[in-house]
T-cell receptor, first 111, second 117 residues
Framework: GNSVTQMEGPVTLSEEAFLTINCTYTATGYPSLFWYVQYPGEGLQLLLKATKADDKGSNKGFEATYRKETTSFHLEKGSVQVSDSAVYFCALNTNAGKSTFGDGTTLTVKP | DTEVTQTPKHLVMGMTNKKSLKCEQHMGHRAMYWYKQKAKKPPELMFVYSYEKLSINESVPSRFSPECPNSSLLNLHLHALQPEDSALYLC????????????????FGNGTRLTVT
């Protein structure tokens, strides 16, 4: 079956630090890959996506590249802000349209 | 502002009550979903409606009953719930859902925080 493994948290960084949250996946076929972010008291929001190998998704300074050879989709940001504090979920979709989520990584950014 | 609207935001109900959660989207999406999320966990899929027909039921207990009156609305009827059903219930929509290639992202509402006493 499909699965997503995320770097365990929580992750605590100082403002302007570099962020990496690792995500690897197992799937049959050619999944689409997503990062969602959940701020306190809210639902999940799409942060970025990539639908085929070597695609790079980017949004709000965050980036992730779909690496088929390493089955990875690591999230990066060059300089985090306090407002980036949230829970980040890596997810994949298959042709059946069902999403498989990782366990989530809690990020806290301190001023 | 989220484009998927859920009401109510908070709900407290006893184990003998009957209540309903409501969800609305006006993005023209043809798939709608109910998810359950416990604290510090990822969302768990409960139901999927694709083109207004129930296409996935993830073996959810019958005390949860979904309804899709039209392509914009999704309800979740609750009856005889247990305290362990307390959670955040998230509605989501996507362009094509189970009928598509899987490259449509989910658009989530902000959820209903349900407490069963």
């Amino acid at each position: 079956g499909n699965s997503v493994t995320q770097m365990e948290g929580p992750v605590t960084l100082s403002e302007e630090a570099f962020l990496t949250i690792n995500c690897t996946y197992t799937a049959t076929g050619y999944p689409s890959l997503f990062w969602y972010v959940q701020y306190p008291g809210e639902g999940l929001q799409l942060l970025l996506k990539a639908t085929k190998a070597d695609d790079k998704g980017s949004n709000k300074g965050f980036e992730a590249t779909y690496r088929k050879e390493t089955t990875s989709f690591h999230l990066e940001k060059g300089s985090v802000q306090v407002s980036d504090s949230a829970v980040y979920f890596c997810a994949l979709n298959t042709n059946a349209g069902k999403s498989t989520f990782g366990d989530g990584t809690t990020l806290t950014v301190k001023p | 502002d989220t484009e998927v609207t859920q009401t109510p935001k908070h709900l407290v109900m006893g184990m003998t009550n009957k209540k309903s959660l409501k969800c609305e989207q006006h993005m023209g999406h043809r798939a709608m979903y109910w998810y359950k999320q416990k604290a510090k966990k990822p969302p768990e899929l409960m139901f999927v409606y694709s083109y207004e027909k129930l296409s996935i039921n993830e073996s959810v207990p019958s005390r949860f009953s979904p309804e899709c009156p039209n392509s914009s609305l999704l309800n979740l009827h609750l009856h005889a719930l247990q305290p362990e059903d307390s959670a955040l219930y998230l509605c989501a929509s996507s362009q094509t859902g189970t009928a598509g290639r899987g490259n449509s992202p989910l658009h989530f509402g902000n959820g209903t925080r349900l407490t069963v006493t």
